[in-house]
């Protein structure tokens, strides 16, 4: 899995800007972006856009040849957790992919308390941060070489 992801700094404070406050031409740069930085790499026909509250992210599949050249035994390691919102996807991605229901919502370490910039903390409990659970404890063998 490819993953590229690009932040903004407010022109104003020099604070990152949170990109629930990234207007729509903003989203558009950093989708076009994220192409330019993934061109030549992966396969563009599986891939999913999504964001954090701080990186607008790609995912993109790995090509065919591309598995090849991992030796086909790559495995999930150090699983990091949910989006915040997923934006677009070319294929339904599975639960593991999808935001936690019920975040808790740390602070950004480093900047002010704002309600748009925090690390998300899965709880649990829901769809999505079961099935994050057992990729990381390696219940899901989907993920495991």
Do not use: K, Y
């Amino acid at each position: 899995m490819w993953l590229a992801s690009v932040s903004r700094r407010s022109p104003i404070t020099d604070r990152f800007l949170p990109t629930p406050r990234w207007s729509a031409d903003q989203l558009a740069e950093g989708e076009t972006l994220l192409d330019q930085l993934l061109a030549g790499c992966g396969d563009p026909g599986g891939q999913r856009s999504f964001r954090m509250n701080l990186t607008l992210c790609r995912h993109r599949l790995l090509t065919t040849a591309e598995v090849r050249r991992t030796g086909g035994g790559a495995c999930a390691h150090g699983i990091a957790g949910g989006p915040v919102a997923v934006l677009w996807e070319t294929h339904p991605g599975a639960a593991s992919t999808r935001p936690c229901a019920n975040p808790v919502r740390r602070p950004f370490p480093g900047e002010p308390v704002d309600p748009d910039l925090w690390l998300p903390i899965d709880c649990g409990r829901c769809p999505s941060c079961r099935a994050r659970a057992a990729i990381a404890t390696g219940e899901d063998a989907r993920w495991t070489a």
